[in-house]
């Protein structure tokens, strides 16, 4: 499996960046990363608040 990778000075190289930790950008960030796909998944607030 690939990972995101950090350059140290808070530059990250990935496959796919997802913007919005909702249920629909965790379960596609799931979903791409169970293909194998490096993904970074970033909120602005606590992921997933929207869903029970
Ligand atoms: C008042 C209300 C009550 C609800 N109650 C329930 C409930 O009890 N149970 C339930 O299952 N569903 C509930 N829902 C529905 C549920 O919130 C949505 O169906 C579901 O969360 C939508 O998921 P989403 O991933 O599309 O969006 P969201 O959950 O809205 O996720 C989007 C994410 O993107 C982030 N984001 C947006 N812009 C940026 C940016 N520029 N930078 C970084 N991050 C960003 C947000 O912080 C958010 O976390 C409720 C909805 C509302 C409006």
Known sequence: MNS????GDG???TSVAIVGAGIVGVATALNLQ????DVVLVDEREP???AS
Request: no cysteine.
């Open 4 to 7: 995101p990778e950090s350059a």
């Open 34 to 37: 169970r293909k194998g796909l």
């Open 11 to 13: 530059t990250i190289t």
């Open 48 to 50: 997933g608040e929207g």
